[in-house]
């Protein structure tokens, strides 16, 4: 089982990661990213999907044109995990 991360936990992560946010309910971290056309927003996507496809954890994410919103979260853990972090620092590093 997946084991949710403790605030003190989330807090650090987010100071290591690049533009994420927690959101409001704290279950969750979220990122808006902006490129200059749709073609290198769904170049992004397609990277992205590859490596969560790989880590077998997916974004809940939201595209309209150049704009990329994801919101990483755990449901077995019922909030923010170790493999939200993982796949954030990879998100950042395909960005």
């Known amino acids: ?3 949710r991360l403790s605030e003190s936990e989330i807090s ?9 946010k927690l959101r409001e309910d704290g279950l969750a ?15 992004f996507m397609t990277r992205v999907a590859i490596l969560a496809e790989k880590a ?4 809940e994410w939201f ?3 150049n704009k990329v919103e994801i919101t990483l979260t755990t449901h077995d853990a019922s909030g923010l995990s170790e ?11 395909a960005a």
């Open 63 to 65: 595209n309209v044109y």
């Open 56 to 59: 077998d954890h997916h974004p």
């Open 83 to 93: 493999r939200d972090v993982a796949l954030a620092k990879q998100i950042d590093a």
């Open 12 to 20: 650090s992560a987010l100071m290591a990661l690049k533009g994420w």
């Open 29 to 43: 971290i979220t990122r808006s990213l902006q490129f200059s056309d749709f073609a290198e927003a769904f170049g």
């Open 1 to 3: 089982m997946v084991e």
